[in-house]
């Protein structure tokens, strides 16, 4: 590439994310060599005091925004590191609860272009070293830290953390990180480290898990085991590890097991945090794409569900909240996901199907959906094309459900933020 096309740091950021697109041989790619030592010559592997890394196959973002509420209602500073983003890059990088500026974005990317020499560098690989620039910019006090696929090998792996996190694991991504679930176990605990804590949040993991843990001498917290978690009635919930307990906590919107996730890691990272600031961050924790409701009669609910496990807590909760409804299921998928498992977990809920087409390499076309779908369904072009049919079907008592990608939740609210809805 000829050196006038390199963007410079006053360069607009579309410039910046054409210019990274193609700058490496393929989209993913992984492996640490070439990230680590980009990392290591900024000197970006420790970008804040207090760094948690999140892997897991569900629940990462949820788990993130839990801790994020927490922390900032006891006055911390907290950078976010996700992705992928629903509508706008700027949204995979979160300081203090605000999404960063273009100009904010490209001055980092110059940074790391300036760093890199001629190391190639994925995009998503640019991305979370420019994302830790940032952090150590704005000079934030804990950075949460979101893995990409896997974590073994996902470029985040390359920070020093305080503390890690396992969500969950369940089989996605077959086509990086196989079909055995001991395997998946065992690229998970990748980020484990010698004498750090190490939270999972998946009840009996498999035994590559704290096998691993025990390998490196890492402080595994197990649900179930060391901490663990109850329902005390529809509204409040109890947390408790070893002889300590938190009662009456107020149940968030996000997934519960993911909130009990957020409290062990938080309690390991010793940071100053009060039961109120629990309390507060527990009620007000919330993520774009998880339950989100944007419009009453019809309600109008986006999830970005897309493996049976998502899937499968999405139905549980639907049934809690809309029993008896007419549920319109706005869906479609990226091919390689499990599209027959998870279409057949969504299926006892969705009174009606609304399959459509994304676009892309990994794209799933509506008629691929349509195969598992049983009888004859009307096919759409784009997921905005699907919801339109499912708001003219709808009556006010129903519920329409935009489900199955990030990609497809993404453009749905684009499309609904463009009307001023």
């Not at 900024?42 to 569900?58: D, E, F, Y």
């Not at 993130?64 to 006891?74: F, S």
Request: proline share 5%; charged share 20%.
């Amino acid at each position: 590439m000829i050196q006038s096309q390199i963007p410079q740091a006053t360069s607009p950021l579309a410039m910046w994310l054409d210019y990274l697109a193609e700058l490496h041989t393929s989209a993913i790619d992984l492996g640490l060599d070439r990230v680590q030592a980009v990392a290591n010559k900024a000197q970006l592997t420790k970008p804040a005091p207090t760094v948690i890394t999140v892997a897991g196959t569900n629940g990462k973002g949820s788990t993130c925004a839990l801790m994020e509420a927490i922390l900032l209602d006891a006055g911390y500073s907290v950078g976010v590191y996700s992705s992928p983003h629903l509508i706008r890059y700027n949204e995979r990088v979160r300081v203090n609860g605000v999404d960063l500026s273009d100009e904010k974005h490209t001055q980092a990317f110059d940074f790391v272009e300036q760093q890199r020499g001629d190391i190639s560098l994925s995009l998503f690989e640019f991305g979370t070293l420019a994302a830790l620039r940032l952090f150590q910019s704005e000079k934030v006090d804990v950075v949460l830290l979101e893995v990409g696929l896997g974590g073994r090998l996902d470029a985040t792996n390359v920070v020093d953390h305080d503390v890690c996190i396992i969500t969950s694991l369940a089989i996605d991504h077959v086509d990086w990180l196989g079909d055995d679930i001991n395997v998946i176990g065992f690229e998970k605990a990748g980020i484990f480290r010698s004498g750090k804590p190490a939270i999972c949040g998946q009840p009996k993991a498999p035994a590559t898990v704290a096998a691993h843990a025990d390998d490196i001498k890492a402080e595994l917290f197990q649900v179930g085991i060391q901490y663990d978690y109850a329902l005390t009635d529809n509204n409040t919930w109890c947390w408790s590890h070893g002889s300590f307990q938190l009662d009456d906590l107020p149940r968030p919107s996000l997934p519960l097991p993911n909130a009990a996730t957020a409290l062990m890691a938080l309690a390991s990272a010793h940071l100053d945090l009060s039961d109120v600031n629990i309390v507060n961050g527990l009620r007000n924790a919330s993520l774009p794409g998880r339950m989100q409701v944007i419009h009453q009669a019809p309600t109008v609910l986006l999830d970005v569900a897309h493996n049976p496990h998502s899937a499968q807590y999405l139905v549980e909760r639907l049934q809690q909240q809309y029993p008896q409804h007419t549920i319109h299921m706005v869906v479609a998928m990226l091919h390689d996901k499990d599209i027959k498992s998870t279409l057949e977990i969504l299926a006892p809920v969705a009174s009606h199907w609304y399959p459509a087409s994304l676009t892309g390499p990994r794209a799933a076309k509506a008629e691929e959906l349509c195969r598992y779908l049983g009888a004859e369904q009307a096919q759409f072009a784009t997921p905005v094309a699907a919801f339109e049919a499912a708001m003219t079907k709808a009556h006010q008592q129903d519920v329409i459900i935009v489900v199955g990608s990030f990609h497809t939740v993404g453009e749905v609210l684009e499309y609904w933020q463009s009307k001023g809805e």
